[in-house]
């Protein structure tokens, strides 16, 4: 088991999993909802954002069991629509806040290996032992931020997508996209498991990797 590569993967998800929760947190206060923030989430510890169940136990249970496709998400952040001046509208730009972060931490990391690029592939000739972490983290920084940013823009609850896709809904297309928010949860796991998820994902890379060197 290769527990480096692990680590720098459970490390760069924990960041990137905390700046999004925290930017989530950011743009409610922002906006007017103290809420999260008084929760102590207004944070990139992530400690205060981690889920037992569903950041935990949850992926740890499909690790274990062999699972093909492996789930988990942080705790959601309070949001007080009652403190919004506009609540459909802010509300959508909170969520909104969540993918955009990540889609910042991707960019950035495109712009570090762009940088980066010629003295990682010397370090690396030379047998350096900092340039292979130093490629795996920035490489699992740029895919892990993709994937997040990418995946929570589905419109499918509790996916932030299915916020922002509700701000421009009303009447019955929104009484209608209402009745599918209990069913989100299990049409996102057949997504998953059917490879159909994929389908966003990929292009969003295929595009971001004609911006590597």
């Not at 499909?62 to 496709?69: D, M, T």
């Not at 988990?72 to 403190?83: H, R, S």
């Not at 996916?159 to 209608?176: K, M």
């Amino acid at each position: 088991m290769d527990y480096q590569f692990i680590g720098i993967q459970i490390a760069v998800l924990l960041f990137a999993l905390s700046f999004h929760e925290m930017a989530h947190a950011w743009a409610a206060n922002k906006l007017g909802d103290p809420t999260a923030r008084d929760a102590g989430r207004l944070t990139m510890n992530p400690i205060v954002h981690i889920d037992p169940i569903m950041t935990i136990l949850f992926p740890a249970m499909l690790i274990l069991i062999g699972s093909p496709v492996i789930f988990g998400a942080a705790k959601p952040v309070p949001v007080n629509t009652n403190n919004l001046e506009h609540p459909k509208r802010d509300y959508m730009w909170i969520a909104a806040a969540g993918p955009i972060s990540n889609v910042i931490l991707a960019t950035i990391t495109i712009i570090v290996l762009n940088l980066v690029w010629q003295p990682l592939q010397v370090g690396a000739a030379m047998g350096e032992a900092w340039a292979g972490p130093t490629f795996l983290f920035l490489q699992m920084s740029l895919y892990i931020n993709l994937v997040l940013a990418t995946f929570n823009m589905i419109p499918l609850y509790p996916l932030d997508g299915s916020w922002i896709l509700s701000r421009f809904l009303s009447g019955s297309a929104a009484i209608a996209y209402a009745k599918l928010r209990p069913y989100g949860f299990i049409i996102l796991i057949v997504l998953m498991y059917t490879g159909v998820l994929w389908r966003f994902i990929n292009p969003v890379m295929g595009f971001a990797g004609m911006f590597l060197p």
